[in-house]
């Protein structure tokens, strides 16, 4: 062994390196190409971790390799299996099934989920449903119990730091006279 063979194997390691793309575009969205396919595409709003192995199965990827290390056709191979998720999958798999004014079921990703649902809870606040008054009034909406959790107000117990101030205003108000 030369003093040049540790050279080169550090050479061949940092072309390695240069070789992976540190973000993969995804819609509006940019990931991860760091950390592995599943883990990468979890990051992705829309898209949980049962969906991320189902894309990566289906596209033919170890959903364990490294993103940003796949080649670029197979990288484009994952992206349109994002976009078009719903086609792929049975309805009751999709996030928004049932559109209010198309019927239609589909799956938001990215931006399009979150003003999707905006637009969903100002629809119910606008025709004042159950759901919709909840919402405005910062309440719990699912049924959840209000009894004794979800309270916003400060505590209504005992304030024992106002307690110690009264009683160090008095203390003072006594040595005073």
């Known amino acids: 062994m030369s003093a040049e063979d540790p050279d080169a194997a550090e050479d061949t390691e940092s072309e390695e390196e240069e070789d992976i793309r540190y973000f993969v575009r995804i819609g509006q969205t940019d990931l991860d190409g ?10 992705m709003n829309g898209i949980g971790h049962r969906a991320a192995r189902l894309i990566a199965e289906k596209a033919g990827v170890d959903r364990r390799a490294v993103f940003g290390k796949l080649d670029d056709d197979v990288i484009d191979s ?10 792929e999958v049975p309805d009751w798999m999709n996030n928004h099934r049932n559109d209010y ?10 931006n399009e989920l979150e003003m ?8 119910m606040k606008m025709i004042d449903s159950y759901k919709g008054v909840r919402h405005e009034r910062g309440q719990k909406v699912r049924g959840q119990r209000t009894k004794s959790t979800g309270r916003t107000e400060g ?9 110690k101030e009264e009683q160090a205003e008095e203390a003072a108000a006594g040595d005073e006279e």
């Not at 760091?34 to 990051?43: A, G, P, Q, Y």
């Not at 004014?101 to 990215?110: D, L, P, V, Y």
């Open 34 to 43: 760091t950390k592995s396919v599943e883990r990468s595409l979890t990051e």
């Open 78 to 87: 994952v992206v349109e299996l994002v976009e078009g998720y719903a086609d």
């Open 101 to 110: 004014f198309s019927g239609e079921t589909t799956h938001q990703i990215g």
């Open 116 to 123: 999707t649902r905006r637009q969903d809870i100002n629809r």
């Open 155 to 163: 505590t209504i117990g005992v304030n024992v730091e106002a307690i």
